[in-house]
């Protein structure tokens, strides 16, 4: 791979591009503002004017949203694993389909891991400086499907969805399409048909770095000269050498997603991977080294790895530093490590 290729995976954060009217509520009252990005697949947008910074399949979606504060992102399910990670801001989440099942305020470095079939909504509380990055579960997150309200509403403002989920956007010259071939609102026996969740279920659906220890020597290299680190298993069956370590959520997801947490000079040492893996910064200045390129990365960047490339990353600031791992498929990763360090490890 050329150099250009590995920097066409480095994606930074002053470079997300976002799309103000990427969902059919975008116009409704409450909704003033909201910003969606799609840093890696096309997720679930509905507007073809999104910009998808990578296209590349890597078997989930990431992307990101910002809300002003009081603003609502409205009640929708997903069929596919929707995950959030709190970067900037709190956020009041509330879900069920009338959205009273249950409400939940999140903070910074929060991770929700949201039921699929769950109607869910949130609003940006406390501050216009926000931003959560989200995971999709499959290469094909499949279309959202809206409240009843939604729908309805929105074609107030000129906005439908035609049966495939595409926006229909009639103020902007779009053909209002016959209506045998728009969304129809849910029956009341269908909407039956979506899960409930208590608080409770969802709260152990929550997970916080900082209020964790991490697991301590969950890779070879973490007795190494700068391979000290500590490893968070927070979804699925990751990509650790601890062998059956349960995760703090189980069920499958089409990824598995863990969190390094490493002082400065610290990190991972070489290593690759026979699948996908996206790294996302949560905290720190970090060194990611794909191949022969190297590339310095911030908090909220994000970088797509290729399968069996040879990696490393380290913490390269003055502060502990944190970075999320995505790694594709919902089985165990096997670890190879550089020939340089199976000598270190003798
Ligand atoms: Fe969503």
């Known amino acids: 791979m050329t150099d250009a290729s590995m920097a066409s995976r480095v994606v930074r954060s002053s470079d997300y591009i976002p799309c103000e009217e990427a969902f059919v509520d975008t116009r409704l009252p409450g909704r003033e503002g909201k910003m969606n990005y799609c840093i890696i697949g096309p997720g679930v947008a509905e507007n073809e004017k999104q910009v998808v910074h990578i296209a590349e399949p890597h078997g989930f979606n990431v ?16 069929t596919t ?8 801001g709190n956020w009041r989440f509330f879900w069920g389909y009338d959205g009273t099942d249950g409400e939940a305020v999140l903070s910074p470095g929060d991770v929700i891991s949201i039921p699929t079939g769950t109607f869910r909504a949130f609003e940006s509380v ?8 989200s995971w999709l579960g499959e290469d094909d997150p499949g279309h959202v499907t809206w409240a009843n309200d ?10 439908y969805l035609r049966k495939d ?21 849910l029956s009341e026996a269908e909407l039956l048909q ?22 301590p020597g969950a890779f070879a290299d973490c007795g190494l ?10 979804i699925g069956e990751g990509c650790h050498e601890l062998g059956p370590a349960r995760a703090h959520v189980l069920n499958p997801h089409s990824f598995s997603l863990g969190a390094v947490e490493a002082a400065p000079g610290n990190g991972f040492l070489t290593h690759r991977f026979g699948v996908k893996q996206v790294l996302t910064i949560g905290a720190g200045e970090w060194e990611v080294v794909l191949g022969d390129d190297h590339f310095s990365v911030g908090p909220e960047d994000t970088v797509s790895i290729p399968a069996g490339i040879w990696r490393s990353f380290r913490n390269t600031g003055t502060e502990p530093g944190i970075a ?15 020939p340089d360090v199976l000598q270190q490890l003798g």
């Open 126 to 133: 406390g501050s216009d400086n926000n931003f959560m990055l």
């Open 194 to 215: 979506f899960n409930r969740t208590s608080p409770a279920e969802m709260s152990a659906r929550v997970y916080n770095v900082a209020q964790f220890a991490g697991l």
């Open 225 to 234: 000269a700068g391979g000290a680190k500590r490893y968070h298993a927070i």
């Open 165 to 185: 989920s595409s926006l229909v956007d009639v103020n902007a010259g779009d053909e209002m399409p016959a209506s045998e071939d728009l969304l129809q609102p």
């Open 63 to 78: 992307g990101g949203v910002s809300l002003p504060t009081g603003k609502i992102n409205s009640l929708h399910s997903h």
């Open 324 to 338: 999320y791992l995505a790694t594709s498929g919902d089985l165990h990763a096997d670890i190879e490590w550089a």
């Open 150 to 159: 939604v729908i309805e509403g929105a074609a107030e403002f000129g906005f």
């Open 81 to 88: 694993a929707e995950v959030f990670l709190v970067c900037r």
